[in-house]
């Protein structure tokens, strides 16, 4: 009976005993601790510094004239930047209706239609497609040529003929203002 009248004695108006309140502290203390020890290992699986730096580009697309193109690096792969001039924007357009291995319109592949931006990879086996420098073979639709197994691409980067299963990669991109663009 004695233990009775202990318990009774123990309990608070709301009917809680300090042993109630001994284990409710004691785990949240606990799970502070296993919070604690874990997050040093979630922390580290977020990307560090260096790789966070290689996700974005920025391009100063001001020094870029009409018909000219330039390569960048962006997550370790080419980017062609192209300045596409009036003939090739409207050879893009009318191939629109072509017969096209990957169907896209030069409008879903372009936020500008002056500016083209590609991820330089052919989409067979990786290679880098020729036609960003002035007298590398354009192909036969007047985009880029890989040489390796004869895949061509037209003014938009579309697969034309070749191998190649789908377009060239149109990277993330936002154009910053007039003369600034950022990939990724």
């Known amino acids: 009976m004695a233990d009775t009248a202990t318990n009774v004695e123990n309990k608070t108006e ?30 580290s699986m977020n ?9 974005t580009t920025e391009v100063d697309i001001s020094q870029i004239e009409e018909g000219q193109s330039v390569t960048v690096v962006w997550r370790g792969k080419p980017v062609f930047v192209r300045h596409r ?20 319109t030069d409008a879903d592949r372009v936020q500008k239609a002056e500016w083209l931006i590609l991820v330089g990879v052919c989409t067979h086996l990786g290679c880098v ?9 354009r ?15 037209d003014t938009s ?21 007039d003369e600034h663009v950022k990939i990724g």
């Open 129 to 137: 497609p020729l036609g960003q420098k002035p007298g590398d073979p």
């Open 85 to 104: 001039t009036q003939e090739e924007i409207e050879q893009a357009a009318t191939d629109d209706a072509a017969a096209l291995v990957d169907v896209q």
């Open 139 to 153: 192909g036969e639709f007047g985009g880029w040529f890989c040489p390796c197994h004869g895949s061509h691409y």
């Open 47 to 55: 990307p560090a510094a260096d790789v966070l730096a290689l996700s």
């Open 157 to 177: 980067g579309r697969i034309r003929k070749g191998p190649a299963p789908k377009n060239l990669a149109v990277p993330p991109y936002a154009f910053l203002d």
């Open 14 to 43: 709301g009917g809680e005993s300090r042993r109630d309140f001994l284990l409710l502290a004691t785990s949240v203390v606990g799970a502070a601790g296993v919070a604690g020890a874990i997050w040093p290992f979630v922390d």
